[in-house]
């Protein structure tokens, strides 16, 4: 059996890079983190947190309502139920731990405020207090019908969560999932058509990689032909800077090592492998490099004028550019 953890971090990617090695349930939510894992490793977990910088309490319970509550009745002055022995605190290499032992969730609810019903609406609790109900104790004694009757769906969930069910689970949301994109084409057999079609398809990506302050280190295209055929090719990163112009150049050259032995039909982006990137590594992407931006502009139009040759042109041994320094730019490290 699981237990959830919660904690407020300062965004930093290595702890929850630290969470995902231990479970694949990772929860980031602003600056705050959930996560279900197996209770064994809690103090291996602890010292690597420390090791990365973090000191500070974690919550833990059954579930993400009972973990969060167990945080703020630690450190606040909400401590009824850690007085009668229902609280458990352990010093960890991180910080304390606040812990609500499996079994005792409702003992440990009932002394706590209505505020504690933390996700119910703000107003559904202010109608709770209305009613003059001060605890979570108070509300978990009124039947659950009178509680439906009264506050719908609300209610119900009112009901269980006063004694300490919740049913939400926690969700896997680190590393972020991979963003994808499709574009069903009209039986397209040209090069520069099928690289302004990727060029649409890298703005969209890009824009939706700013939008959640992600890069990625993996690309994927495939391609669907009218024959059948699904010609695929992928390449991973050291770094993938959420910019057009570098996610346009990378997917020409994957274009040009595909084999397109007929028009194709379809397309598909997949930029995977993604992690969160920090304030300043948004300022460093999204700033202009004049010589980069310069030559990839450049390469990008020699690519379009000549489809194919660029790439080749890279592979060949004898060239300006060899082997490694083409593997230095298409990742851009």
């Known amino acids: ?134 605890t979570t104790g108070d509300v978990a004694r009124i039947p659950e019908r009178e509680l439906f009757s009264r506050f719908g769906t609300e209610g119900m969930l009112a009901a269980a969560y006063s004694r300490g069910w919740d049913h939400r689970k926690v969700r896997s949301l680190y590393p972020p999932p991979d963003v994808i994109w499709t574009l069903d084409l009209e039986h397209v057999e040209r090069r520069d058509e099928l690289e302004r079609s990727l060029g649409l398809g890298a703005e969209q990506i890009v824009d939706t990689l700013r939008r959640d302050r992600c890069g990625y280190r993996h690309l994927e295209l495939a391609l669907r032909l009218e024959s059948g055929v699904l010609v695929e090719g992928t390449r991973g990163f050291t770094e993938g800077a959420p910019d057009p112009l570098r996610m346009r150049f990378q997917l020409g050259m994957l274009l040009s090592l595909l084999a397109v032995s007929a028009p194709a039909t379809g397309m598909r982006v997949q930029a995977g492998k993604l992690y969160r990137l920090q304030g300043r590594q948004m300022d460093f992407f999204t700033v202009s490099r004049a010589g980069e931006d310069a030559l990839l502009q450049t390469l990008g139009a020699v690519n379009l004028k000549y489809p194919g040759k660029l790439v080749r042109g890279f592979a060949d041994a004898g060239g300006l550019f060899r082997r490694e320094r083409m593997r230095e730019l298409y990742t851009g490290s």
């Not at 609810?109 to 709770?128: E, N, R, Y």
């Open 1 to 134: 059996m699981g237990v959830v953890l919660f904690f407020r971090y300062g965004g930093e990617a290595v702890l929850l890079d630290i969470l995902a090695c231990y479970t694949p349930q990772v929860e980031p939510c602003g600056d705050e983190v959930l996560a279900d894992l197996k209770p064994n490793v809690l103090g291996e977990l602890s010292a690597k947190m420390a090791a990365a910088g973090f000191k500070g309490p974690i919550g833990a319970g059954a579930n993400p309502l009972v973990a969060k509550a167990a945080l703020l009745a630690g450190e606040g002055s909400s401590r009824g139920a850690g007085r009668r022995g229902v609280l458990v605190r352990r010093q960890l290499v991180s910080g304390l731990l606040f812990q609500v032992p499996s079994g005792s969730e409702a003992q440990f609810m009932a002394g706590l405020p209505v505020d504690f019903l933390w996700p119910l609406p703000v107003k559904t609790i202010k109608l709770l207090r209305g009613l003059g109900l001060v």
